[in-house]
T-cell receptor, first 111, second 117 residues
Framework: GQQVMQIPQYQHVQEGEDFTTYCNSSTTLSNIQWYKQRPGGHPVFLIQLVKSGEVKKQKRLTFQFGEAKKNSSLHITATQTTDVGTYFCAGIGAGSYQLTFGKGTKLSVIP | GAVVSQHPSWVICKSGTSVKIECRSLDFQATTMFWYRQFPKQSLMLMATSNEGSKATYEQGVEKDKFLINHASLTLSTLTVTSAHPEDSSFYIC?????????????FGPGTRLTVL
């Protein structure tokens, strides 16, 4: 079945440093989504990428979808303490409708 | 955005009892809802896909007789954990799918934390 791998599992950064998490799928995706889960909370939808090579920005967050539609990344510039949480990528395989989640990257920001 | 509610938000029960969790889409109709389980510090694992008016589709390894899913209306799906045991203690999250011409999004409920003593 489809597998979505995400690295790193944990990341500790000083406030102001940049952060990147990477997502790689075993199969081609029709789209990939990113979610943020604060400690004790539920996943909150951040963005969806559909097109090959797509790049989208949300303030300090930059999302990329690979040309082959099998990998994606989330980059946060100048992290803040409010960025703390676990970031999950989730992909939908071509011809499917189910989301397969990566294991998530837990971000800690040291003030 | 679309709002999904879950009830209860947390529940503690004795081993052997059954627990029902409700998932509602508040301002939209959802033909498909999903049930996930999340163990501490782990990712969400899909348990089953719930389609309104039909039987749920369970993922491999999920016991359908233990985790009963009912999707009786376009705004309500329920998950009943039957004869709960301590190993069933987990965070259960539902989501509702909204499909448009441009997107295929899922909106998550706030989750239900189940503790089985």
């Amino acid at each position: 079945g489809q597998q979505v791998m995400q690295i790193p599992q944990y990341q500790h950064v000083q406030e102001g440093e940049d952060f990147t998490t990477y997502c790689n799928s075993s199969t081609t995706l029709s789209n990939i989504q990113w979610y943020k889960q604060r400690p004790g909370g539920h996943p909150v939808f951040l963005i969806q990428l559909v097109k090959s090579g797509e790049v989208k920005k949300q303030k300090r967050l930059t999302f990329q979808f690979g040309e082959a539609k099998k990998n994606s990344s989330l980059h946060i510039t100048a992290t803040q303490t409010t960025d703390v949480g676990t970031y999950f990528c989730a992909g939908i395989g071509a011809g499917s409708y189910q989301l397969t989640f990566g294991k998530g990257t837990k971000l800690s920001v040291i003030p | 955005g679309a709002v999904v509610s879950q009830h209860p938000s947390w529940v503690i029960c004795k081993s052997g009892t059954s627990v029902k969790i409700e998932c509602r889409s508040l301002d939209f109709q959802a033909t498909t809802m999903f049930w996930y389980r999340q163990f501490p510090k782990q990712s969400l694992m899909l348990m089953a896909t719930s389609n309104e008016g039909s039987k749920a589709t369970y993922e491999q390894g999920v016991e359908k007789d233990k985790f009963l899913i009912n999707h009786a209306s376009l705004t309500l799906s329920t998950l009943t954990v039957t004869s709960a045991h301590p190993e069933d203690s987990s965070f259960y999250i539902c989501s509702a799918r909204v499909v448009t011409l441009k997107s295929n999004e899922q909106f998550f409920g706030p989750g239900t934390r189940l503790t089985v003593l």
